[in-house]
Structures are given as structure tokens and as C-alpha cells.
């Protein structure tokens, strides 16, 4: 069968592509490549650093893997912002040069690469999971019934995808190198809010600290930059009611 | 102490400093505000006790918010176990210190020291 060509309107256009290029470990400091990419409309800034790996230059590092927003491999900062590379389109960038460069707040690796250690380390440490001493399945028993008001109260915080762009954005995390971050607070949320859950007195305790959820300033640029449509901000304050003893 | 009872402090000494020098500055304009500040007036203001124990309450909460409030700052600025220690030790130390001397003023004015 043969390959069905995608729709064309003629608007393929060349873009610049600059990406920041490092590696700390070989003590190669940040310099700018820049490469000439074709772009159609529907062409993804990840598409472009592929092009440019495979037209140009080979050695660029990032990370990428479903390419459909939905691991969380390619945040990255396009155009001074926290994007997810694969679901930020070149067309809705305007007509300039497109600058890509590692996320901020996180260690860079190489290139567009950075280290999720800290990340992850934090989203271990709020314990993401069900703590329920029911919710091993044995004959005899059921799976916990929820309604759909329950559902609702954390279903949003279920959706993250662990891409760092919330951590990305956070001007605590800039400053604060102990901070929590707004990725696990949401987790932390997104289990408290649970009613199958019995860990909330735990997670409460753990967040409750001199770099826990009180280092929140409450800008919202955790929210503002999700690509799931997460809102850790506003499960930042939800959290707060509960340990201040409002929920 | 854990931080949430820090927490719960801080906003509680914000909301009560809001309401007591509200009642601090409508008294400074009901009793006109260049006049408020003469000497006489000053004096007679320290020596009436209720004014007093509400200047008195005033120095405690905004000592007490505006040290943890630096406290806080200092705390994002720098991390580290032994940092962390002595920030807070200092600011401990100074909000102490800052309603030590305050008070020291405000009794030795009532008790008509001066």
C-alpha cells in the first residue's frame, strides 16, 4: 500500500533553530548551534531538533521518547519558556528564530538533557501511592468503590505526567536547592485527596518542613506552564487547607 | 517546632497586628496627627495603660512576623544544616532583643521614667 503524503498548503518555511549546547561533565561550557529547519504547519519543535540532528549535526543531545505528550522525556525550555518539545508546534512560535535550551532549575547532562534525580527523589519521598492496608486484592474481597465527587476531587493531579516543567517554572525552586517542588506537592495533593488513601497524616508530616509546601510563594507559574492542564497551584493550596486544619 | 505551627503563628500575628494598628492609627487621626505627635501628647499617650499595652502587643506581633519573615527569606537564600540553625537562632535572638528594648521604653514611659 502505498504511503499517503501529508496535506500541503504551501506554507513550508524555514526556520532558525538555536539550540544551547553544553556538557559540564567534559568541562564544555554553554555555547549557541544554530541550524536551518524546514517547518510545516504542523511541525513540532521536536521534529525540528530531530532535523537538525539528522540533517546537521548528530551529536545533539535530548531526551525524547512517545513524542505525544504523554511521557514527560522532552521539557525543555523553547523561546524562555517550559515547553514539552513534541507538543509545542514551530507555526504557534511566530515568525522568528526558535531558541531551545535545557530546563532551568534541574542539573543539565549534555545539551538539552538534565538530570530528574532531585525530581524524583522528591516525588519518592511523599510516598505516591495508595497507603491502604485494604488495598491488596484477596478472595473475598472487592475493590473500593468511589463516586464520581470523589473522583473529582484528585482525578486532575492524576494526570501528571512527571515532566518537570512545574519545577521548571517554580521561582522557589531557583533559589531553594532543599525545596519540594510543585510536582510533588501536587502528587502529595493528588493522594491526600484520595478517600482510599490512609497516608495523608504521613504526607502531611513529610511536607511540613522548613523546605516543604510553606516555601510556596504562590506565583501560579507551575500551573500556567502544565501540559496536562494540572493546576499544582491551586492543589498547593488545597494542601495548605488541609494542614492548617480547614478541610 | 514544626513548621505549620510557625505558619499558623505568622498569619496570626499578621491579621491581629492589621487589626490593632488600624486601631493605633485612628486614634493618631481622631486626635489629629501633628498634634498627636507633641511632645505632651506623646508622654500622656505612654502613661494612659491601655494605650500602652496596646503599643506594647503591637511591638510583640510585628517583632515576632516581621523576624520570621526574614527568617524565611534567609532560609531560601541559602540552605545548609548549620545555616539554617543560626538564622534562626539570630532571629530568634534579634526579635528578643527588639521587644526587650521596646518594652523596656514603653514601661519606663508609663511608670513616668521620663
Excluded at chain 1, 486484592?137 to 516543567?165: D, H, M, N, W
Aim: glycine share 8%; proline share 5%; hydrophobic share 40%.
Amino acid at each position: 500500500m502505498a504511503a499517503v503524503a501529508p496535506p500541503t498548503d504551501g506554507a513550508r518555511r524555514s526556520v532558525t533553530l538555536r539550540i544551547r549546547r553544553s556538557n559540564p561533565a567534559a568541562g564544555q561550557g554553554p555555547s549557541y548551534s544554530e541550524f536551518t529547519v524546514g517547518a510545516e504547519p504542523w511541525t513540532t519543535v521536536l521534529d525540528a531538533i530531530l532535523e537538525a540532528k539528522r540533517g546537521h549535526d548528530h551529536s545533539v543531545g535530548v531526551r525524547y521518547s512517545c513524542r505525544q505528550a504523554t511521557c514527560g522525556s522532552c521539557g525543555m525550555m523553547v523561546n524562555g519558556r517550559p515547553r514539552l518539545a513534541c507538543f509545542t508546534k514551530l507555526s504557534e512560535l511566530g515568525d522568528g528564530a526558535v531558541t531551545v535550551e535545557p530546563m532551568q532549575n534541574f542539573p543539565v547532562v549534555r545539551d538539552l538533557v538534565v538530570g530528574f534525580d532531585r525530581l524524583f527523589r522528591s516525588h519518592h519521598s511523599i510516598r505516591p501511592y495508595i497507603v491502604s492496608g485494604e488495598a491488596d486484592i484477596a478472595p473475598g474481597t472487592r475493590e473500593t468503590p468511589q463516586s464520581p465527587e470523589e473522583v473529582e476531587r484528585y482525578i486532575q493531579f492524576a494526570g501528571c505526567i512527571k515532566c518537570g516543567l512545574c519545577n521548571s517554572a517554580c521561582p522557589t525552586m531557583a533559589t531553594d536547592t532543599q525545596f519540594i517542588g510543585p510536582q510533588s506537592l501536587a502528587q502529595a495533593y493528588r493522594y491526600v485527596a484520595d478517600t482510599r488513601d490512609r497516608g495523608k497524616d504521613e504526607r502531611l508530616r513529610i511536607i511540613d518542613d522548613s523546605h516543604g509546601i510553606w516555601r510556596c510563594h504562590y506565583a501560579g507559574s507551575c500551573s500556567k506552564v502544565c501540559p496536562k492542564g494540572v493546576d499544582p497551584a491551586m492543589g498547593i493550596q488545597l494542601l495548605k487547607g488541609h494542614m492548617l486544619g480547614f478541610r | 517546632m514544626r513548621e505549620s505551627l510557625i505558619i499558623r503563628i505568622h498569619y496570626a500575628t499578621a491579621l491581629a497586628a492589621v487589626a490593632l494598628v488600624a486601631v493605633h492609627v485612628l486614634i493618631r487621626v481622631t486626635q489629629g496627627f501633628a498634634e498627636s505627635l507633641e511632645y505632651e501628647s506623646v508622654v500622656a499617650n505612654y502613661r494612659f495603660l491601655p494605650y500602652a499595652g496596646l503599643l506594647e502587643i503591637i511591638l510583640i506581633l510585628l517583632s515576632v512576623h516581621g523576624f520570621n519573615g526574614l527568617r524565611v527569606i534567609l532560609l531560601e537564600l541559602r540552605q545548609g544544616r548549620r545555616y539554617e540553625r543560626a538564622v534562626t537562632l539570630a532571629c530568634v535572638a534579634a526579635a528578643v532583643a527588639v521587644i526587650a528594648y521596646g518594652s523596656r521604653t514603653i514601661i519606663l514611659m508609663n511608670m513616668g521614667a521620663v
